[in-house]
């Protein structure tokens, strides 16, 4: 079976290989980058027709996406994602971090598979 990846999915494989590396900072971005196109994808998916330019937008497509799919966790995945490039952080704390943005990425994966089996 062909399995499809986004970019969101890209993201998340690209951070785990810079974490072996031990580049905690570049692990960072990617790991940000994954949790950004994670709600940009869900944004599409739930038809919010934002327009998405800013982490401002961004983080109010969260909360819609939230209440949307009624899923109050999907704002402390943001907000981990929101720290990873705000703060120099640990390696450890990173790699929990990339916990709270792999659930986003797996969340949006969801939604994603939904809307395919529907096509």
Known sequence: MLSLKTSADIY???ADEL???GDT???AEKLYKAAEEAIRLLSFILKLNLEIVNTKSLT???FLISERLKDD????YWAS???LITVNLSKEVV????NDVEELVKIADREYIKV???G
């Open 60 to 62: 109010d497509a969260v």
């Open 25 to 27: 900072v570049q692990a």
């Open 95 to 98: 790699k929990d971090l990339r």
């Open 116 to 118: 395919l089996g529907r």
């Open 73 to 76: 966790k999907i704002p402390i």
């Open 19 to 21: 974490l072996k590396k």
């Open 12 to 14: 998340l494989e690209e």
């Open 81 to 83: 994602a929101i720290s």
